[in-house]
């Protein structure tokens, strides 16, 4: 497999190296640990770390990376929308990208406006959304590629997601083999540190085994249906109601291949 972070290095700087020594690979580790090594996340500030999550040893491989401005205007244009469930585009990674994403931002941008903008208003307001929706839509295509040379998917499932409430706030393991995730905005997915036993619904889990992930990280995580011996990551979405309302939006992206598990 080509580096996954050929080319990426000029618009994804690498943050400074992780602290958590028990999350993070240490120096000279092999690309792929053996079987019988103790379960481990991969983190990093380079997308080659994603590649790790194909270990068996690894349930959970995060790519570290810095927020990015020139998606601000798309971002922001989503959580000014409508709520009326995710976004949804299947196809290869570019083109199920730049449909995803042209779709919701058009349909924000309308709704938001609504009723009182003229036909010329529309128009304006269309074309603004689609200016808006270039950077955004690069960035998933990235991502979806990625998602593409570890799963050897060229037919991808992509959802893009506006989410307000605490769905998915059990933790859990995904009936999937792998699937990628990206928080662009607000409060980002919580996930165990490998060992102990899962927490039963509604249990609260051990507080230091608890991590989460930052805005506009990159997980891939492994599922219940990835192959023998090797084990998922646990992790859920972030409880959100007991914060203000002003503070509880995130934005979501999954990445998946087609009839995949929840």
């Known amino acids: 497999m080509p580096p996954l972070d050929a080319g990426l290095a000029a618009s994804h700087p690498a943050p400074a190296p992780e602290a958590d020594p028990v999350a993070s690979p240490g120096a000279g580790a092999p690309a792929f640990a053996p079987a019988a090594a103790p379960l481990a996340a991969a983190i990093a500030g380079r997308p080659s770390v994603l590649a790790r999550a194909l270990a068996p040893a690894t349930p959970i491989a995060i790519w570290r990376r810095p927020p990015r401005a020139a998606l601000d205007p798309a971002l922001d244009l989503l959580l000014a929308g409508p709520r009326r469930g995710p976004h949804l585009a299947e196809g290869a990674p570019a083109a199920a990208a730049s449909a995803l994403v042209a779709s919701a931002l058009v349909a924000s941008a309308l709704v938001a406006s609504a009723p009182a903008v003229s036909a010329p ?33 060229v037919h991808l499932r992509l959802k893009l997601e506006v989410v307000e409430d605490d769905a998915c706030r059990f933790w859990h393991v ?28 509604g249990a609260a889990a051990e507080g230091r085994r608890v991590r989460r992930l930052a805005p506009f990280d990159v997980a891939v995580m492994k599922g219940t249906g990835f192959a023998p011996g090797h084990a998922g990551v646990a992790h859920r979405s972030p409880p959100v109601s007991h914060l203000p309302r002003a503070r509880r939006a995130r934005i979501l992206l999954v990445v998946d291949a087609p009839a995949c598990g929840c």
Do not use: F, K, N
């Not at 307001?125 to 998917?153: E, F, Q």
């Not at 990628?180 to 927490?199: D, F, H, K, S, V």
């Open 121 to 153: 208003a529309a128009s304006a307001l269309v074309a603004s959304a689609l200016a808006a929706a270039d950077p955004l839509s690069a960035d998933i295509a990235l991502l979806a590629g990625i998602y593409t040379r570890l799963t050897g998917h």
């Open 174 to 201: 995904d009936r999937v083999a792998l699937r990628l995730l990206c928080t662009y905005r607000g409060p980002a997915t919580e996930w165990l540190r490998p060992g102990g036993q899962m927490p039963g619904p």
